[in-house]
């Protein structure tokens, strides 16, 4: 199932429904090739988590998604003991254990005893995995997402340098487990911190930017069926123009995407200034950039 | 291939780009996965592996383009162009040998043969030498006289060019004659375009967030009283800006700590009552700090141009923190919580400012003001409160009143003072601020953003 060449990758792709430009097909080919992950960066909203999903459906692979966030530890990310589990089996199996000591003759060889049974407390049993661990001991590769990892603490990024260089993880009660099949990882960054050069260079970099003329048409076009051809053509134009100003947060694909569906849903064909300025809320998500596009209203149609 | 790989790499490193052994052997390995004739997929597999962030991204594209086009020899007739490079090289090394004792001088024939990397190594000390030297007054002569130099080694080096090729004794036909002067006239462009190029940053998002910065800084040393109306603006929302960021980690640090380790103890006490089965787990928590904090804001004349930045901190705070008290005053004590509470940021200010119940004609009496707090206020003030005090303590002459301060610091767990006055004229004429120093925890200057950026993270964190 794996991808053959770039230009099957790009077929694979559109055919789970995303339209990848080549750059991004051939990155995305060169990091099956070569089992490396893919640090995807770009302004938000241009499709690198649809990307993710889409690489998962076009592999016929588990999506397993870990959402960052500043405070991330390992115990969300890669696994926890399950303590009341632990604790309700001791008390389960307690006349085992009194059998256990029961001929003992000494403190000492007791905790000997038991310390023989450790492995039964400490064993996969008892782990809950979280999604590092999942991806990684999932018997099927999957495709692993750990999407915003820019917003994880240092800590956690210089933990992520092991998984990602070895595919391995270590577990002090366990010791080392090594991934029963390699997943593709993707990371995605909005460039809200840099990343450690340790892990970028571990990483095949992506800068998804935002689409060509043609491409944003097409995805238009793939996304929103029932739109007219010549709506779609204005409307990939106007958007196009607005992010030549300069705003505080451009619109990108969702956006424009956001966008034709209003104003499919409002059955409205053409695209005039009111029209604009009456649905703008949907492609301006600050109040300052409003004002900005309706005053510039004259240069976007 | 692995030669003109390590080639375009180190024109990379000398331009800037942080390119590891590493990342070469991988592009490297790749290349053999894809068809490397076909540019796109080269160009992507390059990038994917050298450009590692969105601002290397443009410095890359315009390397790749330097060096696979504009340096390349045209590719149609790989043996016309074999023996066309050859040429290029034997008549630059005819320039060369002629006596210069310009050092840019070879940079640019270095350039013109096929071979960036010295040109691009000056281009970026040019470019960066003003990041390294603090002068007492900026100007750009220093690097512009470094461009000047290498125009004009670039201009003499095509007169070289152009005066080599009219000689008739060299060994060419006229054909590749033109072909040649071609080629030269190509790499002089590309030489030109590189001196003309500045670099810019790549994204737009991160360009914002250096100018962000970067204004902060520029405002950040400067009294508040010489900010222009936009400025004020700008500013306030900077802080706002900053007090949500700190907010927000704390929140997060907080919510992490929140849940710790398994308690074992209390999982163990819990579990008695079960009969010794743990069906309960308890976990460690760890409490937030609730702290209550109480401000008193001068709002006088004196301190004008703080006040209105005063405020603003004030309403940051009541944001921040659950429980905070704000007052006002002059001459008398005014309670703006509930303005500060109910009213969006700048419409609060301009009411504290324009319609409180505060008398703006009076001279401002810090004794009077304690002597109120003290009858009406005091209960406020606990274990867990910490008291901020704004104001620079010109109190006209009148009593300070400073027992009463000494009391409320004794009923609170931190009493701090900010001053916008400067540090030297501290006690000078009518200020008290002095007297008062003895009765806080903390008296610091606060005259800048800077200084006031530092308060609130010492107090938020």
Redesign the interface.
Known sequence: MDFKS?NDVQMRLEKAGYIPS??IS??V???A??Q?PV?V???AGVGKTELAKAIARSLDRELIRLQC???L?EAKALYEWE??KQ??YT?MVKDRINDIISHTATLAEAVDRIADQEDAFFSERFIQARPLLQAISSAKPVVLLLDEVDKSDPEFEAFLLELLSDFQVTIPELGTRKAISIPFVLLTS??YR??S?AL??R?????IDYPQRETELQIVRLKIPGIEEKLAAVLVDAIRRIRLLDL?K?PSISETLDWAQSLLALQINELTPEVISETLNVICKYQIDMEKVRKNISKII | MVKLIQQFVSCCRVAGLRISTAETLDCLNQLQLIEVTNELQFRSALRANFAKSMREVNQFDRLYYLFFHEMRVDPADVLQSAALAEQIRQLTDIVKKKPHDNPMFDAVVDFIAGNPQALLKEMRRIQTASDFEVQPTRFNFGPLADRVNILMQITSTTAAIAQLLQDSSLDVSSSARSDLALHFNERFNAARSILLYEPRPGDENTKKVKAYEQRLKDLGERPFSSFTLQELEEMREAIDKLVRKLKNSVSRRFAVKHRGNLDVKKTIRSAARYGGVPVEIKYRSKPLRRSRIVTLCDVSGSVWAAARFMLNLLYSLQECFDKVNSFVFIDDLTDVTAVFEENEINEAIKFVLEEADVNYNAATDYGVTLRHFERDYMDLLTKKTTLIIVGDGRSNYMHPEDAILGKMRDRCRRVIWLNPEPEQIWGTGDSEIRTYMQHCHEVRQCGNVNQLIAFIEELVL
């Open positions: 770039v080549k750059e051939t990155v080919f060169l990091a090739a070569t490396k640090l960066e770009g302004p966030y500043e405070g530890d303590y009341a604790l309700l008390q909005n460039n840099d990343m050069d970028k260079r990483c095949v970099h992506l800068y505080k451009s």
